[in-house]
């Protein structure tokens, strides 16, 4: 588990928008890492957890309520130049008493900022997923269809791509957000 705090910037019955500065600070879980082909997966659990920077890049989430995935749009920090797209593959977002709550199912999808060309990233890490029977063969299936949809919506300039999202910012009066202290203990919201 990987959170990070953001900022909401819409939260429409059609849309979510999540801002991520740089510089926020979010926690994961420790253990020992060496599982999966990158060898970035858990091993085990130790119960704790360890901060976890984000750097580099603002980045702009968009998911439409029950979509099983996140559009991500990234700026360099320096220059607020537009650097990558991001199709994150994901369950849903879930409501919670302190934000939203997802689960990541391993296949990604980048794009340079003009959205031409689109590449699969970690296919690898989902044939490793369903080796170890997180994910059956019909489940990865399903992922990597959501991730053509996802495609196939931004392609076609339907919401929420049928606005230019390359040019928005901030408010300038934001600052970096930070988890509560409680941000591991919450409900679902009803």
Request: proline residues 8%; charged residues 30%.
């Amino acid at each position: 588990m990987t959170v990070f705090p953001q900022i909401v910037v819409i939260d429409e019955p059609e849309l979510i928008a999540t801002y991520m500065p740089a510089g926020v600070v979010g926690k994961r879980r420790t253990g020992p890492r060496g599982g999966g082909p990158q060898g970035r997966h858990l091993v085990r659990w130790d119960r704790g957890y360890e901060d976890r920077p984000w750097t580099g890049t603002n980045v702009l989430m968009l998911h439409r309520p029950g979509d099983p995935y996140s559009v991500w749009s990234a700026w360099d920090v320096g220059d607020w130049r537009q650097v990558w797209w991001y199709v994150n593959l994901e369950d849903p977002w879930r409501r919670t008493t302190i934000g939203f709550d997802s689960r990541d199912r391993e296949l990604d999808l980048w794009a340079e900022p003009d959205r031409v060309v689109w590449h699969w990233k970690d296919e690898d890490e989902l044939a490793w997923a369903i080796g170890q029977g997180r994910f059956t063969s019909a489940e990865a299936a399903s992922i990597r269809a959501d991730g053509e949809q996802a495609l196939d919506l931004i392609r076609r300039a339907q919401p929420p791509f049928d606005r230019d999202w390359s040019a928005w910012r901030p408010d300038r009066t934001w600052t970096v957000p930070v988890l509560p202290a409680d941000w591991n203990v919450y409900d679902s919201a009803a």
